[in-house]
T-cell receptor, first 109, second 114 residues
Framework: GQNIDQPTEMTATEGAIVQINCTYQ??????LFWYQQHAGEAPTFLSY??LDGLEEKGRFSSFLSRSKGYSYLLLKELQMKDSASYLC??????????WGAGTKLIIKP | ETGVTQTPRHLVMGMTNKKSLKCEQH?????MYWYKQSAKKPLELMFV???????ENNSVPSRFSPECPNSSHLFLHLHTLQPEDSALYLC?????????????FGPGTRLTVL
């Protein structure tokens, strides 16, 4: 079966750095997405990785290792507004997105 | 604002009711999706439409009936639902089905079935 694993919840301090991991087993791979979802709101796109390596976009970076079936989202200089759920999703060989259950990130002052 | 709107935002219905959820995208996209989001569970893909044609139906019970009259509008018709169908129903759209096309989500309809 297809599976995406990510931690259920993480806590970090304002101004710090946090890394949210995602591991996957899917039938085929056509890219990995990270989305942010604030409570009661729609998920919004953060990043897309299809090749190995690190993609940096401002305070957020996303890393992919296809051989290990592993990705992480790195958030720097954390702000209170970063408190949200972070969803990892992999596009399989049928171009369907397989989603993780999300990681709820709590930022403390 | 993501360019995808959904109505209603909240819906409470009995098991014998019939209701419809509406989604509209203003992005000129060709693909539209219905997802179910339950607490602490992964997003479940329900239906996919590409150029108004249904391309996926992920074993969704027949009490959920989608309709896509054009590339900008998507409906989800509901009838004789069960309490376990209570969830957040999200609509999304993308330029196409290809791998690099990010999906844009609407705010969702919070459905409660009594």
């Amino acid at each position: 079966g297809q599976n995406i694993d990510q931690p259920t919840e993480m806590t970090a301090t304002e101004g710090a750095i946090v890394q949210i991991n995602c591991t996957y087993q899917t039938s085929g791979f056509n890219g990995l997405f990270w989305y942010q979802q604030h409570a009661g709101e729609a998920p919004t796109f953060l990043s897309y990785n299809v090749l190995d390596g690190l993609e940096e976009k401002g305070r957020f970076s996303s890393f992919l290792s296809r051989s290990k079936g592993y990705s992480y989202l790195l958030l720097k200089e954390l702000q209170m507004k970063d408190s949200a759920s972070y969803l990892c999703a992999v596009m399989d060989s049928n171009y369907q997105l397989i989603w993780g259950a999300g990681t709820k990130l709590i930022i403390k002052p | 604002e993501t360019g995808v709107t959904q109505t209603p935002r909240h819906l409470v219905m009995g098991m014998t009711n019939k209701k419809s959820l509406k989604c509209e995208q203003h992005l000129g996209h060709n693909a539209m999706y219905w997802y179910k989001q339950s607490a602490k569970k992964p997003l479940e893909l329900m239906f996919v439409y590409n150029f108004k044609e249904q391309t996926e139906n992920n074993s969704v019970p027949s009490r959920f009936s989608p309709e896509c009259p054009n590339s900008s509008h998507l409906f989800l018709h509901l009838h004789t639902l069960q309490p376990e169908d209570s969830a957040l129903y999200l609509c999304a759209s993308s330029q196409g089905l290809a791998e690099q096309n990010e999906q844009f989500f609407g705010p969702g309809t919070r459905l409660t079935v009594l």
